[in-house]
Protein backbone atom coordinates (compact mmCIF):
# COMPACT_ATOMS: atom_id res chain seq x y z
CA UNK A 1 0.00 0.00 0.00
CA UNK A 2 1.53 3.66 -0.91
CA UNK A 3 1.67 6.67 0.85
CA UNK A 4 -1.85 6.85 2.71
CA UNK A 5 -4.65 9.00 4.57
CA UNK A 6 -7.36 7.43 6.58
CA UNK A 7 -9.73 9.56 7.31
CA UNK A 8 -13.39 9.34 8.94
CA UNK A 9 -16.43 10.75 6.60
CA UNK A 10 -18.70 11.45 9.08
CA UNK A 11 -18.88 12.51 12.54
CA UNK A 12 -16.39 10.18 13.91
CA UNK A 13 -16.78 6.74 15.37
CA UNK A 14 -16.84 5.06 11.50
CA UNK A 15 -14.21 2.17 12.36
CA UNK A 16 -11.28 3.65 11.31
CA UNK A 17 -9.13 1.99 14.05
CA UNK A 18 -10.32 -1.46 12.81
CA UNK A 19 -9.42 -0.18 9.06
CA UNK A 20 -6.07 1.11 9.89
CA UNK A 21 -5.31 -2.16 11.47
CA UNK A 22 -6.40 -4.31 8.40
CA UNK A 23 -3.90 -1.61 6.46
CA UNK A 24 -1.62 -2.01 8.85
CA UNK A 25 -0.29 -5.49 7.30
CA UNK A 26 1.07 -3.86 4.12
CA UNK A 27 3.03 -0.34 5.51
CA UNK A 28 5.80 0.36 7.89
CA UNK A 29 4.69 3.05 9.64
CA UNK A 30 1.41 4.34 11.24
CA UNK A 31 1.40 8.55 11.82
CA UNK A 32 -1.06 9.84 13.81
CA UNK A 33 -1.80 13.45 12.69
CA UNK A 34 -4.39 15.48 14.81
CA UNK A 35 -6.51 14.78 18.01
CA UNK A 36 -5.60 14.01 20.99
CA UNK A 37 -6.81 11.28 23.94
CA UNK A 38 -11.25 12.85 23.17
CA UNK A 39 -10.71 9.83 20.22
CA UNK A 40 -11.18 6.21 20.84
CA UNK A 41 -10.03 3.31 18.17
CA UNK A 42 -11.42 0.27 19.04
CA UNK A 43 -9.59 -3.20 17.54
CA UNK A 44 -10.59 -6.84 18.00
CA UNK A 45 -8.34 -8.87 17.45
CA UNK A 46 -9.18 -12.91 17.97
CA UNK A 47 -10.90 -12.48 21.23
CA UNK A 48 -8.93 -9.54 22.61
CA UNK A 49 -10.63 -6.28 22.51
CA UNK A 50 -8.45 -2.72 22.49
CA UNK A 51 -9.29 0.85 22.76
CA UNK A 52 -6.47 3.20 22.13
CA UNK A 53 -6.92 6.99 22.32
CA UNK A 54 -3.07 8.32 21.42
CA UNK A 55 -0.95 5.39 20.44
CA UNK A 56 -1.51 4.66 16.50
CA UNK A 57 -3.42 1.43 15.78
CA UNK A 58 -0.14 -0.02 14.22
CA UNK A 59 1.31 -0.84 17.30
CA UNK A 60 -0.88 -4.27 17.13
CA UNK A 61 1.16 -5.65 14.80
CA UNK A 62 4.55 -6.46 15.13
CA UNK A 63 7.31 -4.39 13.53
CA UNK A 64 5.23 -1.87 12.66
CA UNK A 65 6.28 1.83 13.48
CA UNK A 66 4.46 4.12 15.08
CA UNK A 67 4.12 8.20 15.36
CA UNK A 68 2.34 10.49 17.35
CA UNK A 69 2.56 13.39 14.79
CA UNK A 70 2.82 17.21 15.80
CA UNK A 71 -0.48 17.90 14.99
CA UNK A 72 -1.51 15.76 18.02
CA UNK A 73 -2.08 16.88 21.44
CA UNK A 74 -1.09 14.52 23.79
CA UNK A 75 -1.43 14.00 27.68
CA UNK A 76 1.51 12.67 28.89
CA UNK A 77 -0.63 10.78 32.04
CA UNK A 78 -2.71 9.38 29.59
CA UNK A 79 -0.07 8.52 26.99
CA UNK A 80 2.42 6.64 30.01
CA UNK A 81 -0.59 4.63 31.00
CA UNK A 82 -1.69 3.45 27.65
CA UNK A 83 1.96 2.10 26.80
CA UNK A 84 1.89 0.35 30.27
CA UNK A 85 -1.65 -1.17 29.38
CA UNK A 86 -0.19 -2.44 25.94
CA UNK A 87 3.16 -3.35 27.42
CA UNK A 88 1.17 -5.32 30.07
CA UNK A 89 -0.57 -7.20 27.33
CA UNK A 90 2.25 -8.60 26.16
CA UNK A 91 3.15 -5.99 23.25
CA UNK A 92 6.65 -4.32 22.97
CA UNK A 93 5.49 -0.41 22.59
CA UNK A 94 8.85 1.65 23.60
CA UNK A 95 10.85 0.73 20.74
CA UNK A 96 8.30 1.07 18.35
CA UNK A 97 6.63 4.66 19.12
CA UNK A 98 8.10 7.78 18.96
CA UNK A 99 6.46 11.36 20.06
CA UNK A 100 6.87 14.70 17.98
CA UNK A 101 8.64 17.21 19.47
CA UNK A 102 6.63 19.59 18.61
CA UNK A 103 3.65 17.99 19.93
CA UNK A 104 1.76 20.03 22.47
CA UNK A 105 0.83 18.58 25.56
CA UNK A 106 -2.29 18.80 27.91
CA UNK A 107 -2.55 18.94 31.51
CA UNK A 108 -5.16 18.83 33.64
CA UNK A 109 -5.75 22.87 34.32
CA UNK A 110 -6.64 22.25 30.19
CA UNK A 111 -9.34 19.57 31.43
CA UNK A 112 -10.55 22.09 34.59
CA UNK A 113 -11.16 24.96 31.65
CA UNK A 114 -12.80 22.48 29.08
CA UNK A 115 -15.91 21.86 31.74
CA UNK A 116 -15.62 25.47 32.75
CA UNK A 117 -16.40 26.54 29.22
CA UNK A 118 -18.53 23.87 28.99
CA UNK A 119 -20.83 25.14 31.61
CA UNK A 120 -20.34 29.03 30.84
CA UNK A 121 -22.03 28.03 27.57
CA UNK A 122 -25.42 26.24 29.41
CA UNK A 123 -28.01 25.28 26.57
CA UNK A 124 -25.47 25.66 24.05
CA UNK A 125 -23.06 23.38 25.08
CA UNK A 126 -20.83 22.15 22.59
CA UNK A 127 -20.65 18.27 23.70
CA UNK A 128 -17.16 18.13 24.39
CA UNK A 129 -15.61 15.32 26.10
CA UNK A 130 -13.99 17.51 29.26
CA UNK A 131 -10.31 16.01 28.27
CA UNK A 132 -8.65 20.03 27.58
CA UNK A 133 -7.73 19.56 24.18
CA UNK A 134 -9.75 22.68 23.07
CA UNK A 135 -7.75 24.46 25.68
CA UNK A 136 -4.48 23.02 24.78
CA UNK A 137 -4.71 24.09 21.38
CA UNK A 138 -5.86 27.11 22.39
CA UNK A 139 -2.52 27.46 24.20
CA UNK A 140 -1.13 26.15 20.80
CA UNK A 141 -2.18 29.13 18.51
CA UNK A 142 -1.87 31.95 21.74
CA UNK A 143 2.28 30.68 22.01
CA UNK A 144 2.21 29.66 25.52
CA UNK A 145 1.25 26.05 25.05
CA UNK A 146 4.17 23.21 26.43
CA UNK A 147 5.48 21.06 23.89
CA UNK A 148 6.58 17.60 24.08
CA UNK A 149 10.56 18.59 23.20
CA UNK A 150 10.17 19.88 26.84
CA UNK A 151 10.37 16.57 28.53
CA UNK A 152 14.21 16.63 27.31
CA UNK A 153 15.00 19.58 30.12
CA UNK A 154 12.99 18.68 32.81
CA UNK A 155 13.92 22.19 34.52
CA UNK A 156 13.14 24.49 31.89
CA UNK A 157 9.57 22.68 31.25
CA UNK A 158 8.93 22.86 35.26
CA UNK A 159 9.22 26.38 34.87
CA UNK A 160 6.89 27.05 31.95
CA UNK A 161 4.27 24.26 33.62
CA UNK A 162 3.99 26.48 37.16
CA UNK A 163 4.06 29.63 34.83
CA UNK A 164 0.92 28.21 32.81
CA UNK A 165 -0.98 26.42 35.95
CA UNK A 166 -0.62 29.59 37.75
CA UNK A 167 -2.45 31.49 35.25
CA UNK A 168 -5.25 28.98 34.97
CA UNK A 169 -5.53 28.38 38.77
CA UNK A 170 -6.16 32.69 38.78
CA UNK A 171 -9.25 32.31 36.28
CA UNK A 172 -10.81 29.04 38.50
CA UNK A 173 -10.75 30.89 41.49
CA UNK A 174 -12.03 34.18 40.22
CA UNK A 175 -14.65 31.57 38.58
CA UNK A 176 -14.97 29.76 41.88
CA UNK A 177 -14.13 26.45 40.67
CA UNK A 178 -11.51 23.92 42.29
CA UNK A 179 -8.06 24.88 41.83
CA UNK A 180 -4.99 22.70 40.04
CA UNK A 181 -2.88 20.69 42.85
CA UNK A 182 0.47 22.35 41.19
CA UNK A 183 2.91 20.30 43.08
CA UNK A 184 1.04 17.02 42.59
CA UNK A 185 0.78 17.80 39.15
CA UNK A 186 3.99 18.16 38.58
CA UNK A 187 5.05 15.23 40.67
CA UNK A 188 2.93 13.17 38.12
CA UNK A 189 4.14 14.18 35.63
CA UNK A 190 7.85 13.57 36.33
CA UNK A 191 7.20 10.16 37.38
CA UNK A 192 6.08 9.55 33.68
CA UNK A 193 8.85 11.59 32.32
CA UNK A 194 11.82 9.23 32.31
CA UNK A 195 9.32 6.98 30.39
CA UNK A 196 8.28 9.62 27.79
CA UNK A 197 11.58 11.72 27.12
CA UNK A 198 13.24 9.20 25.02
CA UNK A 199 10.53 8.61 23.05
CA UNK A 200 10.74 12.30 21.26
CA UNK A 201 12.31 13.19 18.51
CA UNK A 202 12.16 15.49 15.33
CA UNK A 203 9.43 12.98 13.90
CA UNK A 204 9.01 15.15 10.97
CA UNK A 205 12.55 14.51 9.49
CA UNK A 206 12.03 10.22 10.58
CA UNK A 207 8.61 10.53 8.66
CA UNK A 208 10.37 12.32 5.59
CA UNK A 209 13.42 9.83 5.67
CA UNK A 210 10.66 6.77 6.19
CA UNK A 211 9.19 7.87 2.78
CA UNK A 212 12.63 8.67 0.92
CA UNK A 213 13.40 4.78 1.76
CA UNK A 214 10.71 3.35 0.03
CA UNK A 215 8.69 2.75 3.19
CA UNK A 216 5.28 2.71 3.15
CA UNK A 217 3.57 5.18 5.81
CA UNK A 218 -0.30 5.39 6.31
CA UNK A 219 -1.19 8.82 8.21
CA UNK A 220 -4.23 7.78 10.51
CA UNK A 221 -7.06 10.95 11.28
CA UNK A 222 -9.27 10.92 14.57
CA UNK A 223 -12.74 11.67 14.47
CA UNK A 224 -14.46 12.34 11.38
CA UNK A 225 -15.09 15.29 8.95
CA UNK A 226 -18.30 16.54 9.99
CA UNK A 227 -16.21 17.78 13.21
CA UNK A 228 -13.39 19.63 11.63
CA UNK A 229 -13.08 22.93 12.99
CA UNK A 230 -13.23 24.52 9.69
CA UNK A 231 -15.25 22.45 7.35
CA UNK A 232 -17.39 20.63 10.28
CA UNK A 233 -21.20 21.73 11.51
CA UNK A 234 -19.64 24.70 13.47
CA UNK A 235 -19.17 25.07 16.03
CA UNK A 236 -20.18 21.74 17.17
CA UNK A 237 -17.01 20.30 16.31
CA UNK A 238 -13.52 19.24 17.59
CA UNK A 239 -10.75 21.74 17.91
CA UNK A 240 -8.69 20.06 15.11
CA UNK A 241 -8.22 19.41 11.73
CA UNK A 242 -9.81 15.96 11.24
CA UNK A 243 -9.67 16.14 7.21
CA UNK A 244 -6.90 14.90 4.98
CA UNK A 245 -5.07 17.93 4.45
CA UNK A 246 -4.29 18.30 7.97
CA UNK A 247 -1.59 14.80 7.76
CA UNK A 248 0.32 17.12 5.83
CA UNK A 249 0.55 19.88 8.56
CA UNK A 250 0.23 17.52 11.36
CA UNK A 251 3.07 15.42 10.32
CA UNK A 252 5.66 17.38 8.10
CA UNK A 253 5.21 15.60 5.09
CA UNK A 254 4.62 17.20 1.88
CA UNK A 255 1.54 16.79 -0.09
CA UNK A 256 3.31 15.42 -3.29
CA UNK A 257 4.30 12.32 -1.36
CA UNK A 258 0.68 11.46 -0.40
CA UNK A 259 -0.62 8.94 -3.34
CA UNK A 260 -4.06 7.76 -1.46
CA UNK A 261 -7.13 8.99 0.23
CA UNK A 262 -8.89 6.04 2.31
CA UNK A 263 -12.37 7.62 3.38
CA UNK A 264 -14.32 5.34 6.21
CA UNK A 265 -18.38 5.31 6.48
CA UNK A 266 -20.76 3.47 8.23
CA UNK A 267 -23.64 2.16 6.61
CA UNK A 268 -25.78 4.17 8.16
CA UNK A 269 -24.90 7.26 10.40
CA UNK A 270 -24.05 8.04 13.99
CA UNK A 271 -23.01 11.19 15.83
CA UNK A 272 -21.51 12.04 19.64
CA UNK A 273 -22.66 15.21 21.51
CA UNK A 274 -24.76 18.22 20.28
CA UNK A 275 -24.95 19.55 17.35
CA UNK A 276 -27.01 18.97 13.62
CA UNK A 277 -27.71 15.43 12.62
CA UNK A 278 -29.37 15.88 9.59
CA UNK A 279 -30.93 12.03 9.56
CA UNK A 280 -30.76 11.44 13.01
CA UNK A 281 -33.81 8.90 13.86
CA UNK A 282 -35.84 9.31 16.85
CA UNK A 283 -38.36 7.08 16.79
CA UNK A 284 -37.83 2.76 17.53
CA UNK A 285 -35.62 2.16 14.04
CA UNK A 286 -32.85 4.50 15.96
CA UNK A 287 -32.88 2.85 19.29
CA UNK A 288 -32.81 -0.78 17.47
CA UNK A 289 -29.85 0.69 15.40
CA UNK A 290 -28.01 2.05 18.44
CA UNK A 291 -28.59 -1.48 20.51
CA UNK A 292 -27.50 -3.73 17.24
CA UNK A 293 -24.55 -0.92 16.62
CA UNK A 294 -23.41 -0.97 20.27
CA UNK A 295 -23.37 2.54 19.89
CA UNK A 296 -21.57 4.26 22.60
CA UNK A 297 -18.72 6.59 22.68
CA UNK A 298 -15.00 4.29 23.02
CA UNK A 299 -13.71 7.49 25.22
CA UNK A 300 -16.44 8.31 26.89
CA UNK A 301 -19.03 5.77 27.19
CA UNK A 302 -21.89 8.10 25.64
CA UNK A 303 -24.76 7.13 23.46
CA UNK A 304 -24.42 7.67 20.15
CA UNK A 305 -27.50 9.26 18.10
CA UNK A 306 -28.33 7.00 15.16
CA UNK A 307 -29.63 7.44 11.67
CA UNK A 308 -30.00 6.68 8.14
CA UNK A 309 -26.84 6.71 5.72
CA UNK A 310 -26.47 10.82 4.45
CA UNK A 311 -25.41 10.36 0.70
CA UNK A 312 -25.40 14.54 0.63
CA UNK A 313 -23.41 14.74 3.60
CA UNK A 314 -21.00 11.88 2.91
CA UNK A 315 -20.22 12.95 -0.75
CA UNK A 316 -19.27 16.62 0.54
CA UNK A 317 -16.77 14.50 2.74
CA UNK A 318 -15.70 12.46 0.30
CA UNK A 319 -15.25 15.66 -2.38
CA UNK A 320 -12.99 17.70 0.08
CA UNK A 321 -10.84 15.00 0.95
CA UNK A 322 -10.03 13.21 -1.58
CA UNK A 323 -10.90 10.00 -1.11
CA UNK A 324 -10.19 7.50 -4.12
CA UNK A 325 -10.46 4.43 -1.70
CA UNK A 326 -13.78 4.26 0.37
CA UNK A 327 -14.60 1.49 3.15
CA UNK A 328 -17.52 0.88 4.18
CA UNK A 329 -17.98 -0.62 7.64
CA UNK A 330 -20.38 -2.01 10.53
CA UNK A 331 -23.01 -3.07 7.26
CA UNK A 332 -23.86 -6.29 9.46
CA UNK A 333 -26.13 -4.14 11.87
CA UNK A 334 -28.55 -3.39 8.89
CA UNK A 335 -28.96 -7.08 8.27
CA UNK A 336 -32.28 -7.56 10.11
CA UNK A 337 -34.20 -4.19 8.15
CA UNK A 338 -36.74 -5.26 6.14
CA UNK A 339 -36.15 -1.45 4.67
CA UNK A 340 -33.16 0.58 4.35
CA UNK A 341 -32.92 3.86 3.68
CA UNK A 342 -30.91 6.66 2.16
CA UNK A 343 -30.97 10.20 2.32
CA UNK A 344 -30.20 11.86 -1.30
CA UNK A 345 -31.24 15.57 -0.63
CA UNK A 346 -32.71 17.80 1.43
CA UNK A 347 -35.79 19.84 1.31
CA UNK A 348 -35.45 23.21 3.03
CA UNK A 349 -37.92 25.59 3.11
CA UNK A 350 -40.17 23.65 0.05
CA UNK A 351 -36.52 23.87 -1.94
CA UNK A 352 -34.85 20.61 -2.44
CA UNK A 353 -31.17 20.57 -2.06
CA UNK A 354 -28.87 18.23 -3.89
CA UNK A 355 -25.62 20.02 -1.63
CA UNK A 356 -25.36 21.11 1.83
CA UNK A 357 -26.47 24.28 2.70
CA UNK A 358 -24.61 27.07 2.57
CA UNK A 359 -25.14 28.37 6.29
CA UNK A 360 -24.63 25.50 8.81
CA UNK A 361 -27.16 27.10 11.20
CA UNK A 362 -29.46 25.72 8.53
CA UNK A 363 -28.44 22.09 8.54
CA UNK A 364 -31.03 21.39 11.66
CA UNK A 365 -34.03 22.73 9.76
CA UNK A 366 -33.43 20.66 6.46
CA UNK A 367 -35.39 17.45 5.87
CA UNK A 368 -34.04 14.58 4.32
CA UNK A 369 -35.59 12.99 1.13
CA UNK A 370 -34.77 9.31 1.01
CA UNK A 371 -34.80 6.64 -1.43
CA UNK A 372 -35.73 3.28 0.03
CA UNK A 373 -34.01 0.04 -0.87
CA UNK A 374 -35.42 -3.74 0.21
CA UNK A 375 -33.69 -5.07 3.09
CA UNK A 376 -31.49 -8.14 2.70
CA UNK A 377 -32.56 -9.87 5.21
CA UNK A 378 -29.59 -11.85 5.65
CA UNK A 379 -26.66 -12.83 7.97
CA UNK A 380 -23.56 -11.23 6.71
CA UNK A 381 -21.46 -11.12 9.60
CA UNK A 382 -19.83 -14.58 8.53
CA UNK A 383 -18.95 -13.34 4.36
CA UNK A 384 -15.27 -13.51 3.77
CA UNK A 385 -16.01 -11.94 -0.04
CA UNK A 386 -17.74 -9.92 -2.10
CA UNK A 387 -19.31 -12.03 -3.71
CA UNK A 388 -21.14 -14.30 -0.17
CA UNK A 389 -22.68 -10.51 0.40
CA UNK A 390 -26.39 -11.11 -0.31
CA UNK A 391 -27.07 -9.60 -3.85
CA UNK A 392 -29.66 -6.90 -2.29
CA UNK A 393 -26.93 -5.87 0.15
CA UNK A 394 -24.26 -5.72 -2.91
CA UNK A 395 -27.05 -3.34 -4.69
CA UNK A 396 -26.61 -1.19 -1.50
CA UNK A 397 -23.12 -0.75 -0.94
CA UNK A 398 -22.97 -0.40 -4.92
CA UNK A 399 -25.72 2.43 -4.36
CA UNK A 400 -23.70 4.22 -1.98
CA UNK A 401 -20.44 3.97 -3.93
CA UNK A 402 -22.40 5.65 -6.71
CA UNK A 403 -23.95 8.37 -4.37
CA UNK A 404 -21.09 9.67 -3.19
CA UNK A 405 -18.85 9.61 -6.07
CA UNK A 406 -15.98 7.34 -4.73
CA UNK A 407 -14.84 3.56 -5.44
CA UNK A 408 -15.80 1.12 -2.96
CA UNK A 409 -12.53 -0.77 -1.66
CA UNK A 410 -13.19 -2.42 1.66
CA UNK A 411 -16.13 -3.92 3.09
CA UNK A 412 -16.41 -4.38 6.70
CA UNK A 413 -19.02 -6.72 8.50
CA UNK A 414 -18.07 -7.24 12.57
CA UNK A 415 -15.79 -5.97 15.18
CA UNK A 416 -13.44 -8.25 14.34
CA UNK A 417 -9.90 -7.91 12.34
CA UNK A 418 -11.38 -11.03 10.35
CA UNK A 419 -14.25 -9.43 9.56
CA UNK A 420 -13.27 -7.00 6.46
CA UNK A 421 -12.41 -8.16 3.28
CA UNK A 422 -11.61 -5.92 -0.34
CA UNK A 423 -13.45 -5.29 -2.72
Known amino acids: MANSILVGLQWGDEGKGKIIDVLTENVDMVVRFQGGNNAGHTVEVGDEKFVLHLIPSGILHAGCQCVIGNGVVVNPLTLAQEIADLEARGYEVVDRLRISSRAQLVFSYHCVMDGLFEHKLGENKIGTTKRGIGPAYADKV ?65 INQAV ?67 TELHDEEGKRMASLGNEFGATTGRPRRCGWFDAVATRYSAMLNGVDQLALTKL ?72 IEAPLKIVSVGPRRDQTFFV
Open 332 to 403: DVLDDFETIKVCVAYDLDGRRLSEMPIAVADYARVNPVYREFPGWCQKTSDATCWEELPERCREYLQALSGL
Open 142 to 206: NRVGIRAGELLNLPRMEHHFRTQAKFYNDIFAEASVPTVDIDSEWASIKGVADKLAPLVEDTVLS
Open 212 to 278: GQGLKVLFEGAQGMWLDVDFGTYPYVTSSNTTAGAACTGSGLAPSRIEHVVGVAKAYCTRVGEGPFM
